[in-house]
């Protein structure tokens, strides 16, 4: 089977909404943007009682000139100033393979603390 079937290709980047100043901006600041990102849904599978939101949604492209690829936070997360201290990343489907390998995965982001 070809190693680029197993690639992720549909990845979303969520992140966990708790604390007070983050809820108020969830509830307040980013009421548009979770409008217009509802296709998505409400946060991965496994969700327990977490409020989720999702930071990005992007497609890999194992195909790409290079492997490593870096996709942006959403415009509006970025400037609600939420902080976050758990994300998850949901990989919903792969090049057409079995199973999907995920080499390696990097967060990045500015701290304010």
Not at 28 to 48: D, F, K, N, V
Not at 52 to 68: E, K, S, T, V
Not at 72 to 97: C, D, H, Y
Not at 99 to 107: D, L
């Amino acid at each position: 089977m070809d190693a680029f079937a197993q690639a992720p290709r549909d990845v979303v980047l969520w992140g966990v909404v708790d604390g007070t100043s983050n809820r108020l901006a969830y509830d307040t600041h980013l009421r548009r943007y979770r409008e217009t990102i509802s296709q998505i849904g409400m946060g991965p599978a496994h969700a327990a009682d977490y409020t989720f939101i999702a930071m990005a949604a992007f497609q890999y492209d194992p195909l790409a000139a290079f492997a490593l690829q870096t996709f942006p936070v959403s415009k509006a997360i970025q400037a609600s100033g939420m902080t976050f201290g758990l994300v998850v990343v949901e990989v919903r489907s792969n090049w057409g393979g079995n199973q999907t390998a995920v080499c390696r995965i990097r967060v990045h982001g500015d701290s304010t603390a």
